[in-house]
């Protein structure tokens, strides 16, 4: 990764509130496309791994290109069916993923520089961005199934008047 610093006065236009396309990939090639608009990329993220039935999935950013035609700019993932894709280098580490736990949602977003170290965000909570860190020791990545356990031993422990935990 590259990182360098902008000037963000080189930018001519911007596209706001931005439209993204969701496509799905099974096996055979089959496919299913979708466009979703009115919401963020953590929110596209979110709904893309819960709606992936065990299929890989692309995002894409909507680009307007003009007498109504799209461009797109992948965001995330890639077409197993592209023969360029065959030299993609899978994610190092897990998409972020949406947990239910009982009544209650996370958000779980793995941290590609601490591996086995997931962030979850109570999304459902009553104060925004609260959460914590979860990581394994043996520094491979928790399971699903493991990290529910887990959120659920954390909100056991969540003051009901204040919405935080317990000093």
Known sequence: ????????????????????????HGAGGVSDEYELSGVDI?????WA????????FVIYACVPAGDGQVGL??????????????????????LPTVLAVDEELFT????????????????????AGYGYTTRRSDHQWADPPDLIDGARAFLAEINPETGYLED
């Not at 953590?42 to 979110?46: E, P, S």
């Not at 791994?49 to 890989?56: A, C, F, H, S, V």
């Not at 700019?73 to 897990?94: H, M, Q, S, T």
């Not at 779980?108 to 104060?127: E, F, I, K, R, Y």
Request: glycine share 8%.
């Open 1 to 24: 990764m590259e990182v360098i610093g902008i000037d963000p006065r080189d930018q001519i236009w911007e596209v706001d509130p931005p439209k993204y396309r969701v496509y799905f």
């Open 42 to 46: 953590d929110t596209v993220m979110a």
């Open 49 to 56: 791994n819960l709606n992936r039935e065990g299929r890989t």
């Open 73 to 94: 700019v992948r965001l995330a993932g890639y077409d197993p069916n592209d023969p360029a894709a065959k030299d993609c280098i899978p994610e190092p580490f897990p």
């Open 108 to 127: 779980a977003v793995a941290d590609p520089g601490q591996p086995g170290a997931w962030h979850l965000t109570w999304v459902s909570g009553p104060n």
